[in-house]
C-alpha cells in the first residue's frame, strides 16, 4: 500500500513558466514532509521541507504548499531553469530521526529553453 | 557539510557472487539507511540501522543482509547476487534530535551494481 504517491511520472515545461508537482499521502500521521531533487548517477540532495503545523515554506524560486485536509502538498518553482530537470521525490517523515522516511516515486520534470 | 561516501560508483558482479557495499558517513549520524532505486519504482528501503549493531528491516529485505560494527559505516551485502538486483543503491544518514533537521536524510553519491 503506497502511502505517499506521486501521480504524475513526468512533467514538461517551458523555461521562465511555472513548474507544479504533487504529492498525496494516506498516513495522517504524517508529520514533516520532504522535496528531494536527483539527477541521473548522483544520490538525491534535499530541497526543501515542511513541517505539519504550517501550510506553507518558501525557498528562493522553490515553495512548498501543504494542505492537511485534502493530505496533499505541492512543489512549486519559480520560474522554472532548465537546471531543474530532474527526478523530484517526496517524502514524509511520523517521528524523529530515526524513523525512516517514506518516499514517492518520483516526478520528473524536464524545463524546455 | 555532511559526506556520505560509497565505496564504488560501478559495480559488474557475476550472479552467485557474494557482493559487499560499504557506506561512510562523517557527521556522526546515529541513523543508517540503504535504499534501492529502479525505474518507475522510486526509493525502497532494504535496511537501516539505529545504532551500531542494530539492524531493521525495510520494505524488500529479501535477499540482503547489511552490518554496521561502528557508527560510522553501514555495510549492505548481497549474499548470492541475482539479475534482479541490478540496481542503483543508495545509502542514506540522518541524525537523532528534537529539531526537525534530524528527519533530513542525507544521501551518497550511489553505487550503480550491473549483475550478470
Not at chain 1, 10 to 21: A, N
Not at chain 1, 83 to 110: E, I, M
Request: hydrophobic share 30%; proline share 4%; glycine share 8%.
Amino acid at each position: 500500500d503506497q502511502q505517499v504517491k506521486q501521480n504524475s511520472p513526468s512533467l514538461s515545461v517551458q523555461e521562465g513558466r511555472i513548474s507544479i508537482l504533487n504529492c498525496d499521502y494516506t498516513n495522517s500521521m504524517f508529520d514533516y514532509f520532504l522535496w528531494y531533487k536527483k539527477y541521473p548517477a548522483e544520490g538525491p540532495t534535499f530541497l526543501i521541507s515542511i513541517s505539519s503545523i504550517k501550510d506553507k515554506n518558501e525557498d528562493g524560486r522553490f515553495t512548498v504548499f501543504l494542505n492537511k485536509s485534502a493530505k496533499h502538498l505541492s512543489l512549486h518553482i519559480v520560474p522554472s531553469q532548465p537546471g531543474d530537470s530532474a527526478v523530484y521525490f517526496c517524502a514524509a517523515s511520523r517521528g524523529a530521526g530515526n524513523t525512516p522516511l517514506v518516499f514517492g516515486k518520483g516526478t520528473r520534470l524536464s524545463v524546455i529553453a | 557539510d555532511v559526506k556520505v561516501t560509497q565505496s564504488s560508483r560501478y559495480l559488474v558482479k557475476r550472479t552467485g557472487e557474494k557482493v559487499f557495499l560499504e557506506c561512510v558517513q562523517d557527521m556522526d549520524h546515529e541513523n543508517m539507511f540503504w535504499y534501492r532505486q529502479d525505474p518507475g519504482l522510486g526509493l525502497r528501503l532494504i535496511y537501516f540501522s539505529y545504532d551500531v549493531k542494530m539492524k531493521e528491516k525495510g520494505d524488500i529485505p529479501e535477499g540482503y543482509s547489511v552490518s554496521r560494527e561502528k557508527k560510522e559505516r553501514f555495510s549492505l551485502i548481497l549474499e548470492s547476487a541475482s539479475t534482479n538486483q541490478t540496481s542503483m543503491y543508495l545509502c542514506a544518514s540522518s541524525s537523532d534530535g528534537d529539531s526537525h533537521r534530524g528527519y533530513e536524510q542525507y544521501f551518497g553519491p550511489g553505487t550503480r551494481l550491473t549483475v550478470t
